[in-house]
């Protein structure tokens, strides 16, 4: 078995690279007289179809992490990860209806310009310097180093700093050309990232079928599974008992049961979907049926990816288990990769393009986004006040090349220790400790006039403050068992609240707070967004999507409880 690339892969790859690129100059050349001004390069406004929006939504969505991540999450827990994917879905649905219509009935551009305009400059410039750090050391550079590793892998695991510098030049083509050509771009990568991922998946499924001396009948390899691996099949991990084994009991931890769906997956999804320049970009600058439209198309494709980023690791999990996988290196990280290595020649050179589609998608919206913030939110307002419309959009440019080169430098020798923690929980512990604060801060702001900048500021620092308290120290000052929570054993035989949970009372207590500081003001804050009824009217075309998308989750619930 070849586990590495041959000619006729490295051909296929080169040819995934040419198309996207040659695309890419295409639809920057063919851009309007007057699309060189700073809304047009940040937020395509009002050239993006709903079609691009939602592609971009997922390319942008989907990368490293979650081919490696989520792979090797299914190789874990199995299915129960795939709620990540179709929580989102709900989400989705959820920022369609009620949160676009409030960002575009106020010309809400930027996350920073949301804080401004609801509450002050003040909570504005502290979440967008904030924001600007979290992207670059935190998403961009794991983004960098985990798609790097993966890719290098296949390669034949010499080439990793060639690799990094590839992936970084490839994303600055596509990103200093606008948010339209990042878009549109999108397109050719989700499909690029589905068709690959798909055929890796196929794949999969019929080696596990070999295997089992059924022939190669991809069916018959998913019955194996289910049969093989009935735990990896519940949607639900049981709470540890007295009985339980430190596996279950570490499953459990990284996603526990029920009491995730209750607060921990939903402020995730909403926070992410919702509250995040990153992802918000994309349809801030259409109209509200074309950004609906595109968010719950989005949603619908969320649908899709459990198929291509869980179920290879869930097959890794029954090859390995049967002594069927000698190949898996670095245990669950390592099921995708240790998959590929059964692709045959070409199929190999599209998968590894699939994934580059992936971290590179991300990697160009993440710069954009940067870029974005930084240019209006922070150059704009406090360096340079008059700079024209052209001056934005090169110093839009510069941003782009300086975070993509910060994002090298920092991931060239793993400075930030991003391989030592894997980059799933690398990004997963750093953004987890702030969402619950900031999840609060736009909810609340968005929805009850009351709310105050005070409060925000308050809330912020007091939902970090809480996420580490109850992450870190909570089992050893409040004890293993209290009304709130139940800490368990971990791995290294430390104490441990699962971190779903502890977002959910990081959460509680930060809104608590949050509304107590603003009933010590005014009845109706001055700065507060008027709402009214018909923003959130629905036309029956975007209902039918809503009902499509709650009837297949429902089915998929019902199938996998």
């Known amino acids: 078995m070849n586990q590495n690339m041959v000619l006729t892969d490295y051909l296929v790859f080169i040819f995934y690279f040419v198309i996207v690129s040659t695309y890419g100059y295409l639809i920057y050349k063919k851009r309007k007289k007057g699309e060189h001004d700073a809304k047009a390069f940040f937020l395509a406004e009002g050239t993006l179809t709903w079609w691009a929006i939602g592609a ?20 874990f827990l199995g299915v129960a990860v795939a709620a990540y994917e179709w929580i989102a879905a709900i989400a989705l649905i959820i920022v369609a209806v009620w949160f676009i219509p409030v960002y575009l009935k106020n010309h809400i551009y930027t996350m920073p310009q949301f804080l401004k305009t609801r509450y002050n400059e003040s909570v504005a410039l502290i979440m967008a310097i904030f924001w600007l750090f979290l992207y670059v050391f935190v998403n961009l550079t794991s983004i960098l180093y985990l798609g790097a590793v993966a890719i290098n892998g296949l390669a034949g695991g010499e080439y990793l700093h060639v690799i990094m510098v590839g992936l970084a030049v490839f994303a600055l083509l596509i990103s200093l050309g606008g948010m339209k050509v990042v878009a549109y771009t999108d397109v050719i990568q989700v499909a690029v990232l589905i068709i690959g991922g798909l055929v890796t ?13 059924l022939g190669s009948d991809a069916i018959a390899g998913f019955k194996v599974l289910m049969g093989s691996a009935p735990d990896h099949f519940k949607m639900i991990i049981p709470k540890p008992t007295a009985a339980s084994t430190q596996n279950d009991i570490n499953k459990y931890l990284t996603f526990p049961g029920l009491a995730s769906y209750l607060a921990g997956i939903w402020i995730i999804n909403l926070n992410y979907w919702g509250c995040n320049q990153y992802i918000t970009q994309r349809a801030l600058g259409a109209d509200l049926k074309t950004a609906r439209t595109g968010i719950l198309f989005a949603g619908l494709l969320k649908l899709l990816m459990p198929v291509i980023v869980m179920l290879p ?18 245990g669950k990280d390592g099921a995708y990769s240790a998959i590929l290595t059964f692709l045959p020649t070409g199929l190999k050179g599209l998968s590894v393009a699939a994934l580059t589609a992936a971290i590179v998608a991300s990697l160009a919206g993440k710069v954009n986004s940067i870029s974005t913030i930084f240019t209006l939110d922070v150059y704009k307002k406090y360096i340079g006040k008059d700079a024209s419309e052209k001056k934005q959009v090169i110093t839009g440019r510069i941003t782009v090349l300086v975070a993509m080169i910060l994002a090298v430098l920092f991931t060239w020798n793993d400075l930030l220790g991003i391989g030592g923690v894997g980059g799933f929980t690398y990004i997963q512990k750093y953004t987890g400790f702030i969402s619950p604060g900031v999840f609060a ?30 992450n870190e120290f909570a089992p050893a ?47 109706i804050n001055p700065k507060a967004f008027e709402l009214d009824k018909q923003m959130f009217k629905l036309e029956p075309s975007t209902t039918a999507l809503i009902i499509i998308t709650l009837l297949v989750i429902s089915a998929l619930y019902i199938k996998f409880w």
């Open 441 to 470: 801060m736009f909810i609340l702001g968005m929805f009850w006039k009351r709310t105050t900048g005070t409060a925000a500021i308050v809330g912020v620092i007091m939902g970090f403050v809480l996420s580490v308290f109850f």
């Open 56 to 75: 971009s939504l997922i390319a942008s969505n989907i990368s490293a992490e979650q081919f490696i991540g989520m792979s090797g999450e299914g190789f």
């Open 201 to 213: 998946t196929y794949i999969a499924l019929t080696v596990v079928s070999e295997k089992a001396g």
């Open 477 to 523: 000052v409040m004890g293993h068992e209290s009304i709130l929570y139940t800490a368990y054993p971990n791995a290294k035989g430390a104490y441990e609240i699962p971190f779903h949970i502890c977002m959910g009372l990081s959460f509680m207590f930060t809104m608590i707070t949050m509304i107590a500081v603003s009933l010590a003001g005014p009845k």
């Open 313 to 330: 690791g869930i097959a890794a999990f029954v090859l390995h288990q049967n002594g069927q996988l000698p190949q898996l290196v670095g």
